[in-house]
């Protein structure tokens, strides 16, 4: 819709600002997904190790699945 904007005009910015949170939500989902694999992996190869926390991985992990990672 953005490549339609000159085109189209203020149709197309309507089209584009009802679909923004849509995007965001997607995103947001996508970013949850990935995060969680990478924490798992992380839990998996590092957590057995003499000196390495493998339950804060799990923590991460748990919260990234439920939605509530808080990205830093």
Do not use: C
């Not at 997904?33 to 339950?55: C, T």
């Amino acid at each position: 819709m953005e490549a339609a904007e000159p085109v189209w005009g203020s149709k197309a910015d309507k089209i584009i600002s009802e679909r923004k949170d849509l995007q965001d939500l997607l995103g947001n989902h996508q970013d949850g997904i990935v995060s969680a694999a990478f924490l798992r992996e992380l839990g998996g190869r590092h957590g057995i190790r003499s000196g390495q926390n493998g339950f804060t991985y799990g923590v991460l992990y748990a919260r990234s699945r439920n939605g509530r990672f808080i990205a830093g």
